[in-house]
């Protein structure tokens, strides 16, 4: 259909991942027989602590070497041994900054989600990095998937769909860097990880 959304052109991911972080969300993540709607992502760069190719100089490691490669790329790396985190690279090829997918709601494919996330509550399937990629079925062999094409997908906003209400605020679970207010949110969605930005505490008080 010529009004169903569309595979996101290379040169969107091509820009400062600031910038990509927050037009990330509202967009669509295709990942196994499911998708889901971007609620919540956060910028990592290289030149801030936090972010796995920090460094003096920066350079690429065997695990970090597909996030200082070329843009709309997916970066997916294992998290304290457990979960698998997603995260789409940005910016020139040389450079580390990767946008993390921290929470996605529900879009498509829900029984296949439902049977992956068994005894969770539908607001818990996908509401936070790792839960994410266990509902779209993402592990480490998709490191490196082209996001435009490949087994994990990322298309723009659904044409009907309103305007994401974003927010930031600062990062969360990470111990450096934590004053920048690099997290983007939709504040309309209740498949936000938690604790929520203030922004978006504030507003349901």
């Known amino acids: 259909m010529s009004d169903a959304p569309r595979g996101l052109p290379a040169g969107f991911y091509a820009r400062p991942v600031v910038e990509v972080a927050r037009d990330l969300v509202g967009c669509l993540l295709v990942g196994d027989g499911a998708v889901g709607r971007i609620v919540e992502t956060e910028a990592y760069h290289e030149t801030e602590p936090a972010s796995h190719g920090y460094g003096e100089p920066p350079r690429p490691t065997p695990r970090t070497r597909t996030l ?3 843009p709309g790329h997916a970066y997916v790396y294992r998290s304290y ?3 698998a985190c997603v995260n789409a690279v940005c910016e020139r ?12 709601e529900p879009w498509a ?9 068994p005894g969770r509550a539908r607001r818990e399937w996908a509401s936070g990095p790792g839960r ?4 779209l079925g993402i592990e480490l062999e998709h490191d490196g998937t082209d996001l435009r ?16 209400r974003v927010v930031t605020g600062p990062r969360i679970g990470i111990t450096r860097a934590v004053d920048l207010p690099w997290r983007f ?4 969605s ?3 990880s938690r604790p929520w930005p203030p922004a978006m505490r504030a507003a349901r008080a």
Do not use: Q
């Open 109 to 117: 494919g829900l029984e296949r989600i439902a049977a992956r996330r």
């Open 68 to 70: 200082f490669g070329p």
């Open 149 to 164: 094409d490949g087994a994990i997908r990322i298309l723009g906003r659904p044409v009907d769909a309103p305007e994401p």
């Open 93 to 104: 090829d040389g450079v580390a900054a990767g946008v993390l997918l921290r929470a996605v």
């Open 185 to 188: 949110v939709d504040a309309d």
């Open 81 to 83: 041994g457990i979960h």
């Open 190 to 192: 209740t498949d936000v």
């Open 132 to 135: 994410l990629t266990l509902a």
